[in-house]
């Protein structure tokens, strides 16, 4: 079995002209393990942050349902700082995520394996598996996933490591967070327009484009652009 310094160094010895580092890594975890696919995000302590990687598209739909709904396997993961395995969506996730759930399984995604990725009480990120059949990963397949979630950390660390101090995120760890604040910037502009706390403004937000299947990032942007009011009476419209 490979250890996470020998997958890092793999990583960082493959071609330097073949995508980020983050890619890489989950290119390399899904050639290695039994799945069909793995996502890469950033998680905090307000949640989902933001989607670093995906190896195709049944994984970035994973990661950016979680963004949109705030619900999932990896924020639960993230929050009790444990693995959470789903091997069968078809019998747990609609109970457990009414919202995720049956999104999840119509993207094709039949189980899921979620890896935190933290350091002490920090949380980082998140390394999210998962598979087109229902299946557990065997033990072996098991500790070879704890191996790329810790690679993965120290992924991104060491691409944090590369930037001088106050010199902000690394531009490969960047995008995700730029995402983020828009989120928030159109957040403050629903709770103004809505007359609503920021925690109810979040909630039209996901809700509104979670009903209109778009990335909550695209109407995060149309509410910034004033294309898009949300919560200001029942004439607005897109």
Do not use: K
């Given at each position: 079995m490979r250890t996470a310094a020998g997958i890092l160094d793999a990583v960082l010895g493959a071609d330097r002209d073949r995508d980020t580092l983050p890619t890489r890594l989950c290119e390399d975890c899904t050639e290695?393990?039994?799945?069909?696919?793995?996502?890469?995000?950033?998680?905090?302590?307000?949640?989902?942050?933001?989607?670093?990687?995906?190896?195709?598209?049944?994984?970035?739909?994973?990661?950016?349902?979680?963004?949109?709904?705030?619900?999932?396997?990896?924020?639960?993961?993230?929050?009790?700082?444990?693995?959470?395995?789903?091997?069968?969506?078809?019998?747990?996730?609609?109970?457990?995520?009414?919202?995720?759930?049956?999104?999840?399984?119509?993207?094709?995604?039949?189980?899921?394996?979620?890896?935190?990725?933290?350091?002490?009480?920090?949380?980082?990120?998140?390394?999210?598996?998962?598979?087109?059949?229902?299946?557990?990963?065997?033990?072996?397949?098991?500790?070879?996933?704890?191996?790329?979630?810790?690679?993965?950390?120290?992924?991104?660390?060491?691409?944090?490591?590369?930037?001088?101090?106050?010199?902000?995120?690394?531009?490969q760890l960047a995008a995700p967070l730029e995402n983020r604040a828009e989120v928030h910037q159109a957040t403050g502009v629903i709770s103004v327009v809505a007359g609503v706390s920021l925690a109810d403004a979040l909630l039209l937000l996901r809700a509104h484009a979670y009903a209109a299947q778009r990335p909550v990032v695209q109407v995060a942007r149309d509410v910034i652009a004033g294309t898009l009011r949300i919560g200001a009476s029942r004439n607005d419209h897109e």
């Open positions: 290695a393990l039994p799945i069909t696919g793995v996502g890469l995000a950033l998680m905090n302590d307000e949640g989902h942050q933001g989607v670093i990687a995906a190896t195709d598209g049944p994984a970035r739909v994973m990661e950016e349902l979680q963004f949109t709904l705030g619900e999932g396997p990896c924020l639960d993961a993230s929050l009790a700082r444990r693995p959470v395995l789903q091997p069968d969506l078809a019998s747990t996730a609609v109970a457990r995520w009414p919202g995720f759930g049956p999104e999840a399984l119509n993207a094709g995604i039949a189980a899921i394996f979620a890896f935190p990725l933290h350091v002490g009480a920090i949380r980082v990120g998140i390394l999210d598996l998962y598979r087109d059949t229902p299946g557990s990963l065997d033990n072996a397949a098991l500790a070879e996933a704890l191996a790329y979630a810790d690679a993965a950390l120290l992924v991104l660390l060491h691409l944090q490591g590369q930037m001088p101090p106050e010199g902000g995120l690394h531009p």
